[in-house]
């Protein structure tokens, strides 16, 4: 069995603003640990630091 996480953004609160995501459509990882969120709703890339709560 296997536990999920929110591990960015919030739940049930989609918009515009940083800590928000609107629509979003895929995520990676790179070998850094910088998760990046294709948001789709926005038409933007968010870039998420290592134990950030919120993109950039």
Known sequence: ASVA???AG???SAGPWSYQL???SAIMMDPYGFIY???T???R???WYPGN????
Do not use: F, I, M
């Open 5 to 7: 996480s929110t591990v």
């Open 10 to 12: 919030t739940t049930s």
């Open 22 to 24: 609107n629509t979003p």
């Open 37 to 39: 969120v294709l948001d």
């Open 41 to 43: 709703g926005n038409a």
């Open 45 to 47: 890339v968010q870039k």
């Open 53 to 56: 709560s919120y993109g950039t």
